[in-house]
């Protein structure tokens, strides 16, 4: 008898071809073809009539493909190139959900595999650096930490070599030396790479062994940071420091990178202690309510179990709120968390002022501004916004810029 392929298309009948641009919804089931694995194709089939979802499902069985996805548990489910469950079989309602919120999938605060941390080697900037790692720890992601150098005359060790290279050389050894010396407190033995022969370099001897790596770029830092952010899921920056990112929060260059980052950026103040984000406060417009802006700040509140305050500031007799609130509620039902979230209205002409006395009593440990257009930071920092409200404070802030942040 034929041996069964390892591979098969179940609705043969839709996406022929390579199926690029076809609007169809790419799922792929592995597994052994055994009860537990025809269990979730049944499941699956039915959850997309309920989603409503146009989808094209493929069932793979074979090992080797199996194992180069990533695969390490059966069954598994992948949507769009990206696992979603392994190990189990959920509901048809839970299986449906995960097909609504497919669009999640392909953002960087919903994977968060590398967190990279801007450091200038000041003070400000060792903090962001542990609270980088305590998160990247929390996460099991790989730390990168990148420092932006624009001048051949940086660094306190002057280089036997007037050539960049000797320079680069220079800031490295300077930059691997402050990450030993920062991360030692938290119980982390950074090994710089090439230390010796065979040695991957960035290898944390902590509890959980972890990838952390360290680098130098070239450029002024706002320009420099922003593309590099291409490659990172989450970047994380100190509020004030030195040299080029001697800025106050908001001063030139974060105000470059917070705009034109490709990846969510985090602001972290020299006071700001990593203890979890056990409350997060969503900074709302009109314009940042679109479905996935609300689901990227939610699957980032699901990972610390965090209750999530929806806050508008705006003057008072505003129209349209009770709108904006239902399609919040909307977009949160879709995302499936558990936890309800707050809603609150405040009146104010001082968005930052008022945002930061509710966070006072309340409890809030981070503040979420998701941009779904540019032009938001424009639009606040034209208002009566000062530097000093937001440098002063000691609350980290997580700016997403909605569907910018993709991979």
Avoid at 34 to 62: F, I, N, P, W
Avoid at 367 to 381: A, E, G, M, P, Q
Wanted: aromatic share 8%; with cysteine; hydrophobic share 40%.
């Amino acid at each position: 008898m034929k041996e069964i392929a390892t591979i098969r298309q179940v609705n043969t009948d839709v996406c022929t071809g390579s199926c690029q641009g076809c609007g169809k919804t790419h799922i792929k089931i592995f597994g052994a073809y055994d009860t537990t694995s025809r269990l979730l194709g049944a499941r699956v089939r039915l959850a997309l009539e309920t989603a409503g979802v146009d989808g094209k499902v493929l069932e793979v069985a074979d090992p080797i493909a199996i194992q180069r996805e990533g695969v390490s548990i059966l069954p598994a489910l992948m949507i769009e190139g990206n696992i979603v469950l392994q190990g189990l079989v959920p509901s048809v309602h839970e299986i449906a959900r995960l097909m609504k919120n497919r669009d999640l999938y392909n953002s960087k605060i919903f994977h968060l595999r590398t967190i990279s941390v801007a450091v200038d080697m000041s003070e400000v900037s060792a903090n962001a650096l542990a609270f980088a790692w305590k998160i990247a720890e929390r996460m099991q992601s790989k730390l990168e930490i990148v420092y932006a150098m624009d001048s051949i005359f940086e660094g306190t060790v002057p280089s036997a070599s007037g050539f960049l290279s000797g320079y680069s050389k220079t800031m490295q050894t300077e930059l691997d030396g402050f990450v030993s010396e920062t991360l030692r407190p938290l119980g982390v033995n950074y090994l710089p790479p090439g230390k010796y022969a065979g040695d991957p370099g960035g290898v944390s001897t902590a509890d959980k062994a972890m990838v952390i790596s360290s680098k130098v770029i070239y450029g002024a830092p706002d320009v420099a940071l922003v593309e590099y952010s291409k490659k990172t899921d989450l970047l994380v920056m100190g509020a004030t420091g030195r040299g080029g990112l001697g800025k106050k929060l908001f001063g030139s260059v974060s105000i470059e990178v917070s705009k034109a980052a490709h990846s969510p950026v985090l602001f972290v103040s020299k006071e700001a202690e990593f203890r979890g984000f056990d409350n997060i406060l969503y900074a709302s417009d009109f314009d940042s309510l679109n479905p996935l802006s609300v689901k990227q700040t939610v699957s980032f509140a699901r990972r610390f179990d965090a209750q999530i305050h929806f806050v508008h500031v705006g003057p008072g007799g505003e129209r349209d709120l009770e709108a904006q609130r239902e399609r919040f509620e909307a977009s949160f039902g879709d995302s499936g968390y558990d936890k309800p979230f707050i809603f609150s209205k405040m009146v104010s002409e001082d968005i930052v002022g008022a945002l930061y006395e509710y966070a006072f009593y309340h409890r809030i440990d981070l503040l979420v501004f998701v941009t779904h257009h540019r032009s938001f930071w424009d639009n606040i920092l034209h208002k009566s916004i000062t530097n000093e409200v937001l440098a002063s404070s000691d609350l980290p802030l997580l700016i997403i810029h909605s569907d910018d942040d993709l991979v």
